[in-house]
């Protein structure tokens, strides 16, 4: 006999339930959120910054063409499928686009993934403490509030920010895992990292932990067998996640 596989909006719905579940026993449940391609597209920041730039640049003008289905990760790699190769060049771009990628003004180009705002603000209502932990740094505090309020986001019940910008992620998510055990049960985690999202099965391997979307760092992590993928936060769906 073939098990069934749960479609995408049972297996969200089941996180609500145990949200509930967790509430009505008197405990805090925690669902942590990572943001950046988790929680939010980050392609229309990248493609304002790369416009920007060939405005400004004579040698960049192709980059100002760019459609979002050809954004790699790195904004490097994505100049150099677009034709651009020469180590000055590459050079500028990355300087050009370090500059602004982490601005509190280009955060709010960032768009939610489908049905993610609905998502969290279900949990909300049902008794959950929406946790953000993100690798933006706290100078990013501002724009990341508005960005999250502009878009239909309950307000955090936690934000937590690197900080300091130049510290790693997966260092700085490892040195909060016991500010999340403070805050609550972590009932379910959801991050676009393979590594760090193994971080969380690992320190609280009796929750759900899923794996968003498919934009990551590339970094060749294997989720563990556990972790459960989804595309995006929709609850509709009725085809299953494989």
């Not at 073939?2 to 909006?9: D, L, N, R, T």
């Not at 034709?83 to 939610?112: M, T």
């Not at 932990?133 to 019940?157: I, N, S, V, Y």
């Amino acid at each position: 006999m073939i098990e069934a596989v749960s479609s995408q909006a049972e297996l969200l719905t089941d996180v609500l339930k145990d949200v509930a579940a967790r509430f009505r026993g008197g405990f805090s449940p925690l669902v942590v959120f990572d943001i950046d391609d988790t929680l939010f597209s980050t392609a229309k920041r990248h493609l304002r910054i790369l416009r920007e730039l060939s405005q400004e640049q004579v040698w960049a003008a192709a980059l100002g063409d760019i459609k979002e289905a050809s954004l790699r990760y790195s904004i490097v790699d994505t100049a150099k499928a677009c034709g651009i190769s020469q180590p000055p060049q590459l050079g500028a771009i990355r300087e050009f686009w370090v500059a602004r990628f982490f601005k509190n003004d280009y955060l709010l180009e960032d768009e939610p993934l489908p049905g993610a705002s609905a998502f969290c603000r279900d949990l909300k209502e049902g008794g959950a403490t929406v946790v953000y932990m993100t690798g933006r740094d706290e100078t990013m505090r501002e724009g990341t509030l508005k960005a999250l309020a502009g878009r239909g986001f309950p307000p955090p019940d936690s934000l937590i920010l690197k900080p300091r910008f130049d510290t790693p992620d997966l260092e700085y998510k490892t040195e909060s895992i016991e500010r999340l055990r403070a805050l609550g049960s972590v009932t379910a985690a959801f991050e676009n990292e393979p590594a760090h999202i193994n971080l969380f099965q690992a320190a609280f391997a009796q929750s759900r932990h899923f794996l968003v979307g498919d934009k990551h760092s590339g970094k060749a992590v294997a989720p563990h067998p556990s972790v459960i993928r989804i595309r995006d936060f929709r609850r509709f769906d009725i085809m299953p996640v494989q």
